[in-house]
């Protein structure tokens, strides 16, 4: 009797777990090994609250605890039995998994955490962990730990759903909490926006793409694939419900990319009062200006004027002055601005330069794919590129600009008598512009080659309008030398004086000469092999203008 006082009193967890082991060695795990075994087990058992069978599978996993992959056919190896007599514990090792003692891994195999071998060590009973009643701080910590967990495939789909909803359950003093539960959404959408919500809070990740998110659904690729294609076509129930939104891709919806919208961040994270989410967090549909390369440009003494002097304008101690007096004057403090000219000119890089100089990020749209094959699709997207901008010139410290490049389609002369569809789309996204552009609050530039187009109402709404002409002889000559600094003032003079080039045309012949030489590295004849690539670039655009293009 005292003998087997004494031994109770020794027994620990992991003694426990020893015996079991070496009683399991080629047992079969027959009724006579459990017999064996039968005080280990008891006492694991009630240490732990399982079933016998539960213990004798834990510990077989924690004696192959270093295994990151253990599979049930190494259990039944190690125990001497068939892999069939394992799977009769199949339930045993679900319901250790659900007490998250141990993981799985999918395929059949599975991982003892770190911290159930930790509580063993200490002869402690592992109880999981204790969020109930935590901040939002640790709520969202706790969120990443479980995604982390079904990312890296050691947790099933219905395990996170279980594990969601008990955190959702032990803690709802959260506001957000119980902005979730207003929502009234069904698991599978609840756990949708539990991981857009940790993505942004955790990650500050405001442009959710399908691979930032399919791992969650990897158990069931049919399941994900209905998501996937809800969402695509905007019929999931986030996106009618307005929690979710399509991103922004140059001002046109991509149906790929996704982040909570404002309204639905204000309801949502009000408690976290700016602790976790990064307010500077960059936008990734925006140029910014910290990125854009120096470049000297050469024009006209006039378009340089012009350009120094707008640059100047938009310099934000001026800027900000103008606006407040323009404001107390009461006139409009919007400025519009175009940028017209032969292709090549300058352009867009002027703009780019400007932004460059006078800290402004850009919103960049791209016209030709704002346009939608879908009757309305057009309108709600230029609506929405305005809506767009003009949150980031609330939210932003510094205003940025918003470039409509290569604009010929939209601000040309619009149709009259339409009956076409298409023509009356062009003329309803005009009418949008041509309103928002006589409310704008910000920057806007538009560049086009087809000034002569341009119609009159547009034309009175920009308040700057700057010609790129091609540069003069004198220009040409030092946008060749700073192409080339390697020619001889002399052919310089040659190239400047025969070929009257815009910027752009003797970017891209100093391009081809420099391939030459890397090729050849044979300047011997720089000359004639830059006059040969110029007679090319001349033909080039003689042919596009044969053809009906006027670029």
């Not at 039944?76 to 799977?87: V, Y």
């Not at 949008?432 to 530039?445: A, P, S």
């Amino acid at each position: 009797m005292k003998t087997e006082k004494t031994t109770k009193q020794e027994m620990t967890l992991l003694t426990a777990v020893e015996q079991i082991v070496e009683l399991s060695h080629d047992s079969k795990l027959e009724p006579e090994f459990f017999r064996k075994a039968a005080k280990p087990i008891k006492y694991l058992a009630d240490k732990l609250e399982l079933t016998r069978e539960q213990v004798v599978m834990l510990a077989l996993f924690v004696d192959n605890s270093n295994n990151r992959e253990i599979s049930l056919r190494e259990i039944a190896k190690q125990s001497g039995c068939s892999t069939t007599r394992i799977l009769k514990y199949v339930n045993d090792i679900k319901e250790l998994v659900s007490r998250d003692m141990v993981r799985d891994r999918g395929c059949g195999t599975y991982r003892v955490p770190w911290y159930v071998i930790e509580a063993f060590t200490r002869n402690e009973k592992f109880e999981g962990y204790k969020n109930a009643n935590i901040s939002c701080e640790e709520f969202f910590g706790v969120l990443n730990d479980i995604f982390s967990i079904c990312e890296d495939n050691e947790m099933t789909y219905e395990m996170a759903i279980k594990r969601m909803k008990s955190l959702m359950e032990e803690n709802t003093h959260l506001a957000f909490v119980q902005q979730v539960k207003n929502y009234e959404l069904d698991d599978e959408d609840e756990a949708l926006l539990l991981l857009f919500a940790h993505l942004f809070v955790d990650n500050s990740d405001d442009n959710v793409r399908f691979n930032d998110i399919d791992f969650l659904f990897d158990d069931s690729r049919h399941r994900w694939n209905r998501i996937k294609s809800n969402l695509n076509c905007g019929s999931h129930e986030l996106i009618e419900r307005k929690i979710i939104e399509y991103g922004n891709d140059d001002g046109f919806a991509d149906r790929e990319s996704f982040h909570i919208t404002d309204d639905a961040k204000q309801l949502l994270f009000s408690e976290l009062n700016g602790v976790l989410i990064k307010p500077d967090a960059r936008r990734r549909d925006l140029i910014h200006y910290e990125k854009i390369v120096p470049k000297k440009l050469y024009f006209d003494k006039s378009v340089e004027t012009q350009i120094a002097d707008l640059t100047q304008l938009l310099d934000e101690q001026h800027y900000a002055d103008i606006c407040n007096r323009l404001k107390d004057k009461g006139y409009r403090c919007g400025f519009t601005c175009l940028f017209y000219g032969a292709p090549g000119t300058g352009k867009t890089e002027s703009v780019l330069q400007i932004a460059r100089q006078t800290g402004r990020d850009i919103m960049q749209v791209n016209i030709s794919q704002i346009k939608s094959m879908w009757v309305g699709e057009s309108e709600k997207n230029i609506k929405k590129v305005f809506d767009t901008y003009r949150a980031l010139v609330d939210k932003q410290k510094v205003t940025p600009i918003l470039l409509f490049n290569e604009a010929d389609s939209i601000i040309g002369k619009r149709m009259e008598n339409t009956e076409r569809a298409v023509d009356k789309m062009e003329n309803s996204i005009q009418n949008i512009i041509l309103q928002e552009m006589e409310t704008l609050k910000g920057i806007l530039i538009a560049t086009t080659n087809l000034a002569q187009n341009l119609d009159k109402a547009f034309e009175r709404r920009f308040l700057y309008k700057v010609m790129f002409s091609k540069p003069t002889t004198e220009a040409r000559e030092h946008i060749w030398r700073t192409m080339l600094p390697e020619l001889s003032a002399a052919d310089i003079s040659v190239l400047a004086e025969k070929y009257n080039f815009s910027g752009g045309q003797i970017e891209n012949i100093a391009r081809h000469y420099t391939i030459d030489t890397i090729l050849h590295s044979d300047q011997a004849a720089a000359l004639a092999t830059l006059i040969r690539h110029c007679d090319s670039e001349r033909l080039e655009k003689s042919e596009k203008r044969a053809i009906g293009f006027g670029n």
